[in-house]
């Protein structure tokens, strides 16, 4: 049976993150997921309801609330999901899925986790550019602070800004480099 | 079985745990944010109470700390209930007060079932009623129920009543070894329509463990049936005298019947490891589907009455598509135990059976 997470249709409570600050509050989605809508090129901007927002080196304790908000999707780090569904694109399944570690670095953040990869060999910079999606999913995901190494978020999912990665490493019995093959020489 | 305020600013999840938490036997109170709940919180004084962490006014976590500020509130275990699900949130929600932390990707029965084991000890068992039931006798129906109400009594620390519903002839008095002075007829007959605690009180007899033993009729009475109204407004009238009750249901399974069986939390359906035994609860399963008895509210619980090994559990499940709840072994001690008055739980509390008795009465109150 599924928790009550996601009850109100349209809408998806989740915690967004900056570099300094974590909002949790509702995106409203409409009919839509919530990776979908962070793709969608014709709006920069995420409509947002029930804000609380907290500030990275405390992010336990809430330090406002509004109602309403808007945030600029360029400039979110990641966002931390409670269910993977809102992360899996509709238009995108892979019949064999494999989930293989990977290691992004974003600014204040380091997250470790699982990438889903159907493709036989493991290109890691095509991650960034093989789809039309912004964000990248990870599973398992977690989070950690790189100034503050004790505040850490965990989820089953987090979308993180594939424009703010800055490193991204991933291990695969089959992964193939991405720079010339020179053991045979020039 | 509890009063349980939830505090929650979506109305959708208000009303799914509302809905959640009434079918499970509770009472709900709502309140919309934290001042209301505060409101209702010292007004009302809930066993429990749910709270989301981000609602307008002011946040769960405010509210935890003004709940325990307040003397006579403070007690009262609060369960934190967010979106936020992160392990610092669980952090600040403890520190604030919380008794505990849950978020809200847990499903409803995992919230119902950690609000079991935080309610208090006194309100858990609160109005509990169980029916114990069989379509044929010789599953042991009578001294599984004498042997629960004994447990439940010890255990519980609290006021059980066990229900002879044999109207005549029943067992349970033999098995307590008492000797009934009234009996559910005499009572019903007395009472005149009046079932208070001052009118039924005269007709229990109390066991030494505890037990409040309403007996059935030693002798032939005539005019008295199932179907009597009166019935099942005593039965109604027990839940102001008694923290449990433990109905002892005679093999009747029919429309003017059902009445009864529906008001308790559980129906236990006592079944043995035979052919005949399975094939009358396949068919009071079927009834009681009929009569419109909720399915959730039906347990099968397997009584090993012989030694002998014959349907494996397995089969039973499989052939009655519903698990087990409870299995009791065979125990050669039982039959002593009737024939002496003394419950196998009190004579032989090490028994196999015995523990599974105890192990039974703890699944029934989770």
Redesign the interface.
């Known amino acids: 049976m599924a928790g009550v997470h996601r009850i109100s249709a349209g809408r998806v409570t989740a915690d967004f993150f900056t570099a300094s600050y974590r909002f949790s509050a509702t995106a409203i989605v409409y009919n839509r997921r919530l990776i979908d809508v962070l793709s969608d090129r014709t709006t920069n901007y995420l409509d947002m309801v029930d804000i609380y927002v907290s500030r990275i080196n405390n992010p336990g304790d809430i330090v406002a609330t509004y109602q309403k908000g808007t945030l600029i999707k360029e400039e979110l780090n990641f966002i931390m999901l409670a269910t993977e569904a809102e992360g899996t694109s509709k238009e995108r399944h892979f019949a064999n899925r494999e989930n293989l570690p990977i290691f992004i670095s974003i600014p204040s953040f380091e997250i470790h986790g699982k990438i889903q990869w159907g493709a036989k060999e493991l290109h890691v910079k095509k991650l960034l550019v093989s789809d039309t999606q912004n964000f990248l999913p990870i599973v398992e995901a977690t989070a950690t602070n790189s100034l503050f190494p004790e505040v850490v978020f965990q989820g089953p999912m987090a979308l993180v800004n594939k424009s703010k990665i800055q490193v991204v490493c991933a291990s695969s019995l089959s992964m193939k480099s991405n720079l010339p093959d020179r053991s045979r020489g020039f | 079985m509890a009063s349980i305020l939830v505090i929650d ?2 109305k ?2 208000l009303r ?2 509302e809905f959640t938490l009434k079918r499970a036997h509770h009472t709900v109170i709502t309140a919309n944010d934290g001042k209301q709940g505060l409101v209702e919180t010292k007004a009302k004084k809930p066993d429990l109470v749910v709270c989301d ?2 609602m ?1 006014k002011m ?1 769960g ?1 405010d509210f935890c700390k003004r709940v325990r500020a307040d003397s006579h509130i403070k007690n009262i275990p609060i369960i934190i209930f967010s ?7 669980r ?2 929600a403890l ?1 604030a007060g919380a008794t505990d932390y849950l ?7 995992a919230l119902v079932q950690r609000i079991a084991e935080l309610l208090p000890a006194s309100t858990r068992v609160a109005r509990g009623m169980f029916g114990l039931f069989s379509l044929r006798g010789g599953a042991g129906v009578t001294s599984l129920s004498v042997n629960l109400s004994v447990v439940l009594t010890l255990t519980q620390k609290t006021s059980v009543s066990l229900i002879d519903l044999a109207l005549q002839g029943g067992h349970a008095s033999v098995m307590l070894g008492m000797r009934p002075t009234s009996n559910v007829a005499q009572a019903i007959a007395a009472s005149q329509g009046n079932f208070s605690r001052s009118a039924l009180k005269p007709h229990f007899m109390q066991h030494s463990s505890g037990v409040q033993l309403l007996a059935s009729a030693p002798t032939f009475v005539q005019g008295l049936s199932p179907t009597d109204d009166s019935l099942l407004n005593m039965i109604n009238g027990l839940n102001s005298m008694f923290s449990m009750t433990v109905l002892d249901a005679p093999h009747i399974l029919e429309l003017h019947f059902s009445p009864i069986l529906q008001i308790v939390n559980k129906l236990i359906l006592v079944l043995s490891t035979d052919m005949p035994s399975l094939q009358s609860t396949a068919i009071a399963l079927q009834g009681l589907t009929k009569l419109g008895m909720p399915d959730e509210n039906i347990e099968l619980v397997v009584n090993q009455i012989t030694p002998y090994n014959s349907l494996p559990i397995d089969t039973i499940q499989k052939a009655l598509k519903r698990p087990i709840l409870a299995t009791i072994p065979f125990e050669a001690d039982m039959v002593k135990a009737v024939n002496s008055g003394k419950p196998l739980v009190l004579s032989n509390p090490r028994s196999a059976a015995a523990a599974a008795i105890g192990k039974l009465a703890n699944v029934l109150l989770t």
């Open positions: 600013d979506d959708d999840i799914l745990l962490v981000m307008p946040t976590y979106a936020r699900f992160q392990p610092i949130d952090q600040t520190d978020p809200k990707s847990t499903t409803p029965d």
